[in-house]
């Protein structure tokens, strides 16, 4: 099969209307960092305060995506390119899907990110920059995980022998080391309280 064979199939349910029926607007929480900067942790505490609220959500996690869809990548750059293009896919159905789908996700690099966010319309792309410092999270090394990276039993880790570009307009910045998990969930609660993503149910 050509692609210009491949017509995109339009349905009766709608974002719009799967929206509605979620009173929430769609969006992807895009959660970027170093390894052992929270995301996950904060991530997940983010989608429980959704879910008690009454919201409809989803969590993709990095070890949990690779265990799976992407069990056949590896973690070198081209890898790891191909490793969020198909994330960023993946978080843009569930945004038609009505969800507010969160991703925690290293995520290295600025141009891909930029990607997953053109692929969504406009407000439904926040990215929250976890932004803890190195020190805190070789500190924390809840896998051991750079002790290895030091040791050169492992290559390619962000933030030893491969680069992790930060963000530079995050629309959420948040460094684990100064809040606690609660705080840095309430952070992102207030934030798309005051965007008009959540409302109250």
């Known amino acids: 099969m050509t692609e210009k064979n491949i017509v995109w199939h339009l349905h009766s349910v709608t974002k719009k209307s ?6 929430q607007q769609p969006c992807i929480l895009w959660f970027t960092g170093l390894n052992g900067a929270g995301k996950s942790t904060i991530a997940g505490a983010v989608e429980q305060k959704l879910y ?8 993709l996690d990095g070890d949990n995506v690779r265990h799976g869809l992407n069990k ?5 750059n081209e890898d790891r390119i191909e490793n969020i293009r198909r994330i960023g ?16 996700f290293i995520s ?5 990110r930029k990607i997953v966010r053109e ?3 406009n407000n439904e792309f926040i990215e929250i920059h976890m932004n803890t410092p190195i020190e805190i999270c070789e500190q924390r090394d809840p896998k051991g995980l750079y002790e290895k990276a ?3 039993e492992i290559k390619n880790f962000t933030g030893i022998d491969s680069d992790y570009e930060a963000p530079e307009q ?18 992102i609660i207030d934030y798309l309280k005051s965007k008009h993503i959540i409302f109250e149910c």
């Open 52 to 59: 008690e609220q009454g919201h409809h959500t989803y969590l």
């Open 150 to 152: 030091r040791r050169g």
């Open 119 to 121: 692929l969504v319309g």
């Open 108 to 112: 290295p690099f600025q141009f891909d």
């Open 170 to 187: 995050a629309e959420v910045t948040i460094n684990t080391a100064e809040l606690s998990i609660e705080e840095c969930a309430d952070v």
């Open 72 to 76: 056949d990548l590896a973690f070198s």
């Open 89 to 104: 896919e993946l978080s843009k159905l569930f945004v038609d899907a009505g969800l507010l789908v969160l991703t925690a």
């Open 18 to 23: 799967r929206s509605v029926q979620k009173k």
